[in-house]
Structures are given as C-alpha cells and as structure tokens.
C-alpha cells in the first residue's frame, strides 16, 4: 500500500505562484510514474503534468510554461511550481502514483485545493 499526502494548495491572486507538494510513503517501487491532476467544479479531473521515476516530464497544454513538475525521489516527494497563476486554474489538486506491470497499482493523494481570485 502507498500513502500520498499533498500539501501547499491555497489561495492566490491571479499572476501569483504556489508550491504544491506529495510526500509518498509505504511500498513504493523503484520505477513508478507520478503525476499531479486537478479538478475543478463541475468538470471531469484532468491531467496537469506527469513525470516518471526515469524519463521525462508531460505537461497539459494549458500550463505548459507556466508549471515545472519535479520529483525527489530520495524523499520520494513529487514538486508543482506553479507560476502566472489563472483563475481558470482553480481546482481541488491531487497527487497521483501508478506502478507495477501495466501501471496495475493506481494510488491518488486527498487532494488539496488552489484558488486563484482575480
């Protein structure tokens, strides 16, 4: 079992910046593939940005530029910078881990929430 605990979210004035954070913590593999989503009223959760223990980073198009994903992985601890916020970014923040042979072991954090005002 994996346990993934967010931290940061808040509220923020448009064109301000947030640190989200995701401690990981239990039976965590070595390769695994993290990833921040969000969800905001209303609306389905969609992807933000990806980054594997190995490889490179994925961004949705809408934050490309604006948001850095990072990864520690001798915390085990995922990164969000997130820069030039937009109210159109406000949503409930979760933190996601999948590992195992085809991605079967599917964890997500509670989420956090960032509200950006304009």
């Known amino acids: 079992q994996v346990q993934l605990v967010e931290s940061g979210g808040g509220l923020v004035q448009a064109g301000g910046s947030l640190r989200l954070s995701c401690a990981a913590s239990g039976n965590i593999f070595s390769r695994n593939f993290m990833g921040w989503y969000r969800q905001a009223p209303g609306k389905q959760r969609e992807l933000v940005a990806t980054v594997p223990s190995i490889g490179n980073t994925n961004y949705a198009d809408s934050v490309k530029g604006r948001f850095t994903i990072s990864r520690d992985n001798a915390k085990n601890t995922m990164y969000l910078q997130m820069n030039s916020l937009k109210p159109e970014d406000t949503a409930v923040y979760y933190c996601?881990?999948?590992?195992?042979?085809?991605?079967?072991?599917?964890?997500w954090g509670q989420g956090t929430q960032v509200t950006v005002s304009s």
């Open positions: 996601n881990l999948q590992q195992g042979l085809g991605h079967q072991y599917d964890y």
